[in-house]
């Protein structure tokens, strides 16, 4: 199995930033795709922003130009820096990684973290 592990969040004012963090871990995987979400109450959970192991990326259009999605293949990491935070971008985020476990390589499945608090308010 893989664990996934979030921090980060916390309350910051309009144009401030953060920086989410997430790990991923477990005995013998491999991660093809690791990205971040968000889920507000009575919404469905959206993609954020996304990163291969091959560092192909991928953004929302609302978070585009304020947002960075980083990794680190080798100690399975990725980090979400946010910059310019709107109070729309309140919600709760959600590391997400597809990853296979060696055991069982041809079988892909979707990991998520436990979701960290992210507020944006004055």
């Known amino acids: 199995q893989v664990q996934l592990v979030e921090s980060g969040g916390g309350l910051v004012q309009p144009g401030g930033s953060l920086r989410l963090s997430c790990v991923a871990s477990?005995?013998?995987?491999?991660?093809?795709?690791m990205g971040w979400y968000r889920q507000t109450p009575g919404k469905p959970r959206d993609l954020v922003a996304s990163?291969?192991?091959?560092?192909?990326?991928n953004y929302a259009d609302s978070v585009k130009g304020r947002f960075t999605i980083s990794s680190d293949n080798a100690k399975k990491t990725v980090d979400l820096q946010m910059n310019s935070l709107k109070p729309e971008d309140t919600a709760v985020y959600y590391c997400?990684?597809?990853?296979?476990?060696?055991?069982?390589?041809?079988?892909?499945?979707?990991?998520w973290g436990q979701g960290t608090q992210v507020t944006v308010s004055s």
């Open positions: 997400n990684s597809r990853a296979t476990l060696n055991a069982e390589p041809r079988y892909e499945r979707h990991y």
């Open positions: 477990g005995s013998s995987f491999r991660i093809s795709r």
């Open positions: 990163i291969t192991s091959g560092g192909n990326t």
